[in-house]
């Protein structure tokens, strides 16, 4: 089948074809088998999304934190609701296997939630949202009688600063505790989204600057830092080949690197 996205939904086709080059390799961080089927079943131009072996880690290194920030969650809260943010059609809920006491809702705008619910088999416990994150309307569908995981990869930049804070301040309000966990840009970042070429591409636009904890803090009442970790620092840098770290050696030391890219997680 054919796909024509554009905007935001064309981005996801990027990390799509990321953890679908990295299925099967010797050396996979994901081996994610339903990216690599789901990729054999669209007729599209994969090397339009830039996205190639040697780049690919840079996606696959993402989502393999957030699967372990999610299964840490899920360890300690088996009976929970996720609020997976801007799934795309990442096959997360596969990945992680939650349990039978997790009820799991990706959302993503309609027409990428309508390619989910084509390429993935109806699971129980796994529910499709199609709406924008930012309408505030799908939250109230959302059963809130346990904690809940709140989780967006590749999502915050693309939202407008007061609807990204407006959707994390819904969300602390809804349930009764939980976590947030998401990947942000800072203002160097959002600045230089020129030269992100699967951005630039889609002809998609980068607007929300989280330049750290404290950004967050003060602006959604009732969160508390767990973990923020900038991915020039993380775990996830390490498992890269030698000419990124000294990549990343090198943006540390140029003031705003550091900080371009980070992982936030908070409990509220
Ligand atoms: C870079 S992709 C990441 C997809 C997925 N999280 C992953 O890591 O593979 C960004 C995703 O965010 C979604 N997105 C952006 N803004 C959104 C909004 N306001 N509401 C719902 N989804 C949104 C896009 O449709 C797209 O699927």
Excluded at 62 to 90: M, N, Y
Excluded at 97 to 114: E, I, L, T
Excluded at 222 to 235: A, I, K, N
Aim: with cysteine; glycine share 6%; aromatic share 12%.
């Amino acid at each position: 089948m054919r796909v024509d996205l554009h905007g935001s939904p064309q981005t996801m086709l990027a990390t799509l074809y990321a953890k679908a080059l990295d299925a099967g390799a010797p050396d996979s961080v994901l081996n994610d088998t339903w990216a690599r089927d789901i990729v054999d079943r669209i007729d599209y131009d994969w090397s339009s999304t830039t996205i190639t072996t040697r780049n690919a880690p840079s996606v696959t290194l993402r989502s393999a934190h957030f699967d372990f920030w999610t299964e840490q969650f899920l360890a300690a809260h088996p009976r929970a609701v996720v609020v997976h943010l801007g799934c795309g059609l990442d096959s997360r809920f596969l990945r992680v296997q939650p349990g039978d006491g997790v009820d799991w809702y990706d959302v993503d705008y309609p027409q990428v939630a309508a390619l989910r619910e084509r390429f993935y088999p109806v699971r129980p416990g796994n529910h499709v949202v199609a709406a924008s994150v930012t309408d505030p309307a799908w939250l109230a569908d959302i059963p809130n009688d346990r904690p809940a995981l709140v989780i967006g990869e590749g999502l915050t930049m693309y939202l407008r600063e007061a609807d990204g804070v407006a959707l994390l301040r819904r969300v602390v309000d809804r349930f009764p505790s939980g976590e947030l966990q998401f990947d942000a840009f800072n203002w160097l970042g959002i600045k230089a989204q020129w030269s992100n070429a699967v951005v630039r591409r889609s002809g998609s636009t980068l607007y929300w600057a989280i330049n750290g904890p404290e950004d967050i803090l003060e602006s959604v009442p009732g969160t508390r830092l767990l973990q923020w970790v900038p991915v020039f620092e993380s775990d996830v840098f390490d498992r890269l080949p030698g000419v990124y770290r000294m990549m990343g050696a090198v943006m540390n030391r140029i003031p705003g690197a550091r900080t371009m890219s980070q992982f936030h997680r908070y409990a509220f």
